[in-house]
């Protein structure tokens, strides 16, 4: 019982910062209609800068805001320099593109930093936490993560809800061309987007990399199970992306506690495993809405 | 398309035996390393050959067939681990078996389109690859396989490995060619594109939709299979390492800066990403740079080429290729005719105007339901 409650908590933990990742896919998704490959590429980067600000300044949380605005400048300017030229060409191509941007930052981050494997520091202590004399399986810092996420998610939500450039994003994603007809940018509420996502991944990769090292690849298992945890959610809708990323945390987390050294192998099986079944009943993810193709 | 919509079989079988000719001339002429790198990109071509007719063809994206190279790869090694069959039948098991895997996977990603299949194919490219981990009795963990193969005898004992493997590699991949080719342009590649172009018309005129789209998956990972088995012989190790989702995205990447859905292209795109990182390696490693610099620059120019390829040139080069001639007068009307009509291969527009012009063009092209 001890062991499924540290298991359970360990992998919400985990579990958001799937849901950042997945959340930042859907935002893109949403706008453009294109998934974005770039996104752990980009947190790698903004996390390296995060790196560079906290030895510079020996305040970590410097460096977490730092990490932040450059997440937000890095996925606009990505937005701007390379994805709107390529709207409108072939749909693969613009995938390609931000295949192209993810292979570049590896590249300069290599050439910047090296390939060597860096420690990144945590906001809090990672000594695990305990309830009386029971370990729960999370240290303070955990719960700063899931924190983290959360505040993030609630604020997003919030904005998109109750503010104006909110209303404007939904309409923009709804329905572009009536959005533009109702004189909204829609380019502009595009490019949004991205500075969006882009906060969201640099979010994931400062909150995930105490965990993992950092290095030019460090991303990209996260990135993968992030875009499962968007599928498995619907990548239409922001709350699947983090009923994913939790339903996927968990999950792995219970493979890779219960299931010994050849679970933790296999995390990535268990992950399909989900999505097929998923996939199996609801084709569009668990919280796609009513299934209309054009014909 | 043109490869696949227009030339005879004898034209297609004349340009696969001229290059046969000029391949195994050239392999002769060159050195054991560009003897290597035939090889490798005649398996590229095999494997992205395969893909661009999933893609390409039938609509359906897959970022996963690393993971059938793996399967090919996997049965190749242990094959000739545990019998001592001739090799061409070791190579034509490998592929048969892997598209049986195809079948299996294409049953379950029948349904599914776009984000959805693509994020289910690169789990998987993802996931199989970590079986060899799990199970190390069988596969050998980390350490993978070793393959052992050799020169024939009747070769004689002075005749270099590389080149065998490249003349091998190379027969292959053309084989592959050609068989894809008449596949395209029969009754099978026309399903293909009915299907990619609109399901529900296609259903309507009376094509089995899953049926179609399954077979597109068994072709593809026949030839990924392939390309595994050869990367097997080649590489002389089976090992978990090689079959990481970088391959997988690099084969999709191949296609489409090749041109997607051109076999010409699958040939375009495997010569860039074998080439290209290669190149910048020397260049790089020749100007004296560190090496953690010197080994990341091709990295990054690789990066920056995708990007620029896409941008320039959005039909892939095969696009550039035919415009090229175009320009030239060297190619036929109904080229220059199709190069005036870019616009209508967005799909990202939906009209019916722009999707009757669509399937009215033969080029199609790109991801159908991406």
């Known amino acids: 019982m001890v062991e499924f409650l540290q298991f359970t908590l360990s992998g919400l933990s985990f579990g958001m910062i799937y849901a950042a990742i997945a959340l930042s896919l859907v935002l893109i998704w949403r706008g453009t ?32 805001v730092v990490a932040l605005a450059a997440g937000v400048v890095l996925g606009a300017a990505a937005e701007l320099a390379v994805i709107r030229p390529a709207l409108g060409k072939p749909e693969l191509n613009a995938v390609i ?24 520091p945590a906001a809090f202590s990672i000594i695990g936490l305990r309830a009386g004399s029971t370990p729960l399986g999370v240290s303070r810092f955990d719960v700063f993560v899931a924190l983290a996420v959360l505040v993030a998610t609630l604020l997003l939500a919030a904005g998109f809800r109750y503010t104006s450039a909110g209303l ?4 923009a994603a709804f329905n572009a061309t009536v959005a ?116 | 398309m043109t490869g696949m919509t227009t030339r005879s079989t004898p034209r297609v079988l004349g340009v696969a035996l001229a290059t046969a000719v000029i391949v195994a001339l050239l392999s002769i002429k060159l050195n054991a390393f560009r003897d290597y790198q035939i090889a490798e990109i005649a398996i590229e071509v095999t494997a992205v050959a395969g893909l661009t007719v999933l893609t390409g063809l039938s609509g359906q994206i897959s970022l996963g067939n690393g993971a059938f190279m793996a399967v090919g790869a996997y049965t190749t090694a242990l094959l000739m681990l545990h019998l ?16 049986v895997a195809g079948a299996v996977v294409g049953v379950a990603a029948a349904r599914l389109h776009g984000p959805y299949l693509a994020g289910a194919t690169l789990l998987l490219g993802v996931a199989l690859p970590s079986v060899a981990y799990a199970y190390q009795g069988a596969f050998g963990g980390d350490q993978g396989l070793d393959v052992n193969f050799t020169t024939p005898s009747f070769l004689g004992v002075n005749f270099p490995l590389t080149r ?91 296609a489409v800066i090749g041109g997607l859905g051109t076999l010409p292209g699958a040939v375009w795109g495997s010569l860039v990403i074998v080439l290209v990182p290669t190149y910048a390696t020397d260049v790089a ?39 090229l001639l175009g320009l030239f007068g060297i190619s036929s009307a109904r080229t220059r005719q199709r190069a005036d009509v870019p616009d209508a ?18 080029e199609g092209s790109s991801s159908g339901n991406q």
Request: some cysteine; overall charge positive; proline content about 3%.
């Open chain 1, 33 to 64: 209609r294109l998934l974005n490959f770039a996104q752990g590429g980009m947190a790698m980067f903004t996390t390296y800068i995060a790196l560079e600000v906290i030895r510079q300044t020996g305040s970590y949380w410097a460096g977490f």
């Open chain 1, 97 to 120: 593109i931000t295949i192209g941007l993810l292979i570049l930052l590896e590249g300069l981050a290599g050439i910047f930093y090296g390939g060597q494997y860096r420690s990144f």
């Open chain 1, 168 to 171: 404007r994003m939904r309409a």
């Open chain 1, 180 to 295: 533009r007809l109702s004189g909204i940018r829609v380019a502009r509420v595009i490019t949004v987007g991205w500075a969006l996502a882009g906060l969201l991944g640099a979010l994931a990769g400062v909150l995930v990399t105490p965990s993992t090292f950092l290095y030019p690849n460090s991303m990209d298992s996260i990135f993968v199970f992030g875009f499962t945890a968007a599928v498995i959610g619907g990548l239409d809708s922001p709350l699947g992306a983090v009923v994913g990323g939790l339903l996927l945390g968990v999950a792995l987390s219970y493979a890779g506690g219960y299931l010994g050294s050849q679970g933790s192998d296999l995390t990535a099986l268990v992950a399909l495993g989900i999505l097929v079944v998923v996939l199996m009943l609801r084709p569009d993810g668990i919280f796609s809405g009513a299934r209309v193709r054009r014909v």
């Open chain 2, 84 to 99: 001592n069959w001739p090799f061409v039948l070791v190579l034509v098991l490998a592929a048969v078996i892997t598209a």
């Open chain 2, 164 to 254: 065998w493997e490249a003349w091998v590699c190379s027969a292959a991949a053309l084989i592959t060619l050609v068989l894809l080719a008449n596949l395209g342009r029969s009754r099978v590649g026309r399903s293909w594109r009915a299907v990619r172009d609109d399901e529900v018309a296609a259903a309507l005129a009376g094509v089995n939709v899953a049926a179609t789209r399954i077979l597109a998956f068994v072709v593809s990972a026949a030839c990924a299979g392939l390309a595994g088995a050869l990367l097997a012989i080649v590489t002389g190790l089976v090992a978990p390492g090689a079959f990481t989702i970088t391959l997988s995205i690099a084969l999709l990447t191949a």
């Open chain 2, 285 to 323: 490693t020749s100007h004296g740079l560190s090496s953690s610099v010197a080994s990341n620059i091709p990295v990054a120019a690789y990066g920056a080429v995708l990007i620029l390829v896409m941008l320039i040139f959005p039909q892939g080069i095969q696009g550039a290729v035919r415009w």
């Open chain 2, 345 to 362: 291969l967005s799909p990202a527009d939906d009209t019916p105007t722009v999707k009757q012009r669509r399937s009215a063009s033969p």
